[in-house]
């Protein structure tokens, strides 16, 4: 059951331990019980499933990152274990716990989040997360989204995250407007980030994904501005114009397996670039 933490052998140790037994607690969280009667939605928001023909979905993944860092620095590199519960319409309890190296630094994280229906169109986002290292990583971090459906498969998402570091915190609000039509998904995202006592920092993110087959999908994001990341080994927060271009999907093998994969590559300003990839293996219960 600890086969994903052994992935880094060594870094999950001493006053880390704790990890290891809320991974083990996560995949028990995480395994297959009886079935929960809800009711389960289309993309367009319409009920479409009675009661008790609703299925609970679990899903659990684990997988490997490794980023390539130009200017001889040294590869980032993250390992990580997440998990999915859909118990009902719009409602998704979701997880994760993760380990970072960036530059020899270490970090370990634990996220936990929730999606819930506040209204018939409107599903409110809840998510947490705490860094007992947080070398690089926030020491804590709170996020809330408020999701709306729209006429005509749109969709608009308004969210606020406060990121809290050890000399600062660092706000972050965006707004996205969504559309789906046919078997694919356009957004795009404003973001607006301040560091505490400065000016706000503009971010743009425009994504395309199509879906295709039963549950699989593949896309591009493309994103530029200006944002601030805390450097560890100074303890200082930097502003830096970036910009970026990711290709993300999963592809189910059968019903019960998929890959996840991730390709991206990272600007930062003149520092460096980053070229990387990360690859997951998910399991349906």
């Known amino acids: 059951m600890l086969t994903t933490i052994k992935l880094y052998p060594g870094k999950i140790v001493g006053k880390h331990s704790i990890f290891i037994a809320l991974a083990t607690l996560f995949i028990q969280v995480v395994s297959p019980s009886p079935a929960i009667a809800s009711t389960a939605t289309d993309d367009s928001g319409i ?52 380990h970072t190296d ?36 926030a020491s804590k971090s709170l996020f809330g989204q408020l999701q709306v459906t729209l006429p005509d498969d749109w969709g608009l998402h308004i969210g606020h995250r406060i990121k809290q570091h050890p000399d600062t915190n660092i706000n972050i609000t965006s707004i996205t407007l969504e559309n789906y039509f046919s078997d694919y ?46 450097i560890a080994t100074s303890q200082t927060t930097i502003d830096f114009d970036t910009s970026a271009f990711t290709i993300i999907g999963r592809h189910w093998l059968h019903n019960n397996w998929a890959i996840s994969y991730t390709f991206n590559l990272h600007e930062q300003g003149d520092s460096y670039t980053r070229r990387g990839v990360t690859l997951g293996l998910r399991k349906k219960y």
């Open 185 to 230: 998904r356009g957004a795009y995202t404003l973001s607006k980030s301040s560091l505490s006592g400065t000016g706000l920092r503009t971010g743009h993110n425009l994504r395309f994904s199509r879906y295709y087959g039963d549950s699989n999908s593949i896309g591009i994001a493309l994103a530029s501005g200006r944002e601030a990341e805390y």
């Open 102 to 137: 960036r530059f020899n630094v270490t970090d370990q994280e634990l996220v936990s989040g929730l999606y819930y229906p506040l209204g018939i169109r409107t599903t409110g986002v809840a998510e947490i997360s705490y860094s007992p290292s947080h070398n690089a990583l």
């Open 47 to 98: 009920e479409n499933v009675s009661q008790a023909d609703f299925t609970p979905i679990k899903e659990v993944e684990t997988g490997l990152g490794y980023e390539d860092v130009s200017g001889g620095l040294t590869a980032w590199q993250r390992y990580y274990i997440e998990g999915m519960y859909r118990f009902g319409r719009h409602k998704t309890l979701y997880g994760q716990i993760l």
